[in-house]
């Protein structure tokens, strides 16, 4: 064979391939080969085992926070009522009924042995009996203990009086003016302007409970009583013009149904009054 | 390659499933297994592809290496059924573009090339001292310059010269012996 045709062929073969470079190169190769072989299985075994531990962390730290969280939150929630009455149970298993127009804060978890709430408007408490949680409501200037019972208080911003009405057990008022234990069937009344804090044994039970039920119930009470109770229940203001009005007793129960045009036309017509509207105020006025 | 060296290495693969052997073993044969896998596949990517898988084979056959005769042989024939299984493979499956198939399509001068004829060549090459072989790949196969070649080794365009001759020589020696 002559040369030139020997190097023909070399040179032949020297196109007829090629050899590895840049990314096929056998540094690069050799990863990928690292990567197919046993070192590969152990890595990857690692990873999901890596996996797994950083999802059990995550989970723990997530339980951890959700717990720290339901232990610690003491994020206060707060229930509010328009025309309409509302039942709420508290952290405690405590039951409460906002009536209308009302609003009631609680912790989302009580701690600390204290049960705190405030209410502003009305609500009646049925509080589960536990001496070591002392129950603790704050409504307006007065501020009521309980132990475990069953009472309603009245404490709508506009009204200027706090009436607590216990019904079962036994609670302590505390007011700025001092403090008033109370028995079944009695009510603390604080006013806001005088500072007056006194007792006045209450009306029979269904008639300070009734709105509960849905009903205004007014067992011979005078219309100043009345406008206020209209008022808080329809969310108006209700001004009764003259003296001799206000201390005119009536005793009348609607069921809810009635709207209150309807509620004051009728209570007009056993009163010697008439009403009218100004500014979304109601006027009472004596004929 | 020399044949003792890599059978030491593939009996401590294949025995202390030492994986520092497999590694000197794929370094001293991963360039040669690239070239023979590309002269049936002509694509730099499949080459890749298919030498690693062998080299995954050899490492999962490590326990039965020791049986083989002629290791040169045995090796490119293992590259040569690789890549013609990965041909038919991805004819079958692959993205089958005309592109693809058309690289399969082997040029005049390629066909007068042996696959004996290109055994003998790769052996060849590989008994080449390194500096030797790396010359003569960059001139004749990467077609690069004198000068630039030069430039990359970091030697003179005289010795560029002297050690491509000193290739051509010694490869004619080993291809056609019969000339001698």
Redesign the interface.
């Known amino acids: ?1 002559e ?1 030139d045709n ?2 023909e ?12 470079r840049g990314k ?1 190169a ?1 540094k690069e ?2 990863k ?2 690292e990567q ?4 590969h299985v152990a890595k990857r075994r690692m990873r999901i085992r890596m996996a797994l531990s950083v999802a059990a962390s995550l989970l723990l730290l997530f339980v951890g926070y959700s717990v720290a969280r339901y232990m610690y939150d003491t994020s206060v929630q707060t229930v509010s009522t328009q025309a309409g009455v509302l039942e709420i149970t508290l952290p405690d298993s405590s039951k409460v009924m906002l009536n209308r127009y009302s609003s009631l804060s609680y912790p989302r978890r009580f701690r600390k042995k204290q049960r705190n709430v405030s209410l502003s408007g009305e609500a009646y408490f049925e509080v589960e009996k536990n001496p070591e949680y002392p129950f603790v409501l704050n409504a307006g200037s007065v501020s009521v203990k309980v132990l475990g019972t069953h009472f309603n208080v009245e404490s709508y911003p506009g009204d200027g009086i706090v009436r607590t009405t216990l019904l079962e057990g036994s609670v302590s008022v505390e007011s700025p003016s001092g403090n008033l234990l109370l028995v079944p069937n009695e009510s603390a009344v604080f006013n806001n302007q005088t500072g007056a804090f006194r007792r006045e044994t209450v009306e029979p039970e269904e008639e300070v409970m009734a709105w509960r039920t849905g009903k205004l119930v007014f067992n011979n009470l005078p219309l100043g009583e009345i406008a206020r109770r209209l008022g808080n229940a329809f969310h108006v203001k209700i001004e009764v013009k003259s003296e001799a009005l206000e201390e005119f007793r009536i005793r009348a129960e609607f069921s809810r149904g009635e709207s209150l045009t309807e509620i004051l036309r009728m209570l007009s017509k056993s009163g010697n009054f008439y009403c009218t509207q100004e500014k979304g105020v109601i006027v009472i006025w004596e004929k | 390659m020399t044949e003792q060296q890599i059978r030491r290495y593939l009996r401590q693969i294949g025995q202390e499933h030492s994986q520092t052997a497999l590694r000197n073993f794929f370094e001293m044969c991963y360039d040669r297994f690239f070239r023979i896998a590309y002269f049936f596949l002509h694509r730099e990517d499949w080459a890749q592809e298919v030498v690693i898988d062998v080299f995954f084979k050899v490492w999962e056959r490590r326990l039965t290496l020791s049986h083989i005769q002629n290791l040169e042989d045995y090796f490119f024939i293992m590259l040569k059924n690789a890549s013609l299984d990965f041909l038919s493979r991805e004819e079958k499956y692959g993205e089958g573009g005309n592109a693809e198939m058309r690289s399969l399509e082997q040029s005049p001068e390629e066909k007068m090339i042996s696959e004996e004829l290109f055994s003998a060549y790769v052996k060849a090459l590989d008994r080449l001292p390194d500096r030797c072989r790396a010359v003569f790949i960059l001139v004749r196969e990467e077609k690069k310059s004198y000068s630039e070649v030069a430039g990359q080794l970091g030697i003179s365009v005289k010795t560029v010269d002297a050690q491509l001759q000193k290739a051509q020589n010694r490869l004619k020696e080993m291809l056609f012996p019969e000339n001698d």
Do not use: F, G, Q, V
């Open positions: 064979m040369s020997m190097k062929i070399i040179d032949r073969l020297a196109t007829s391939t090629r050899s590895p096929y056998a190769s050799w990928l080969l197919r072989i046993h070192p």
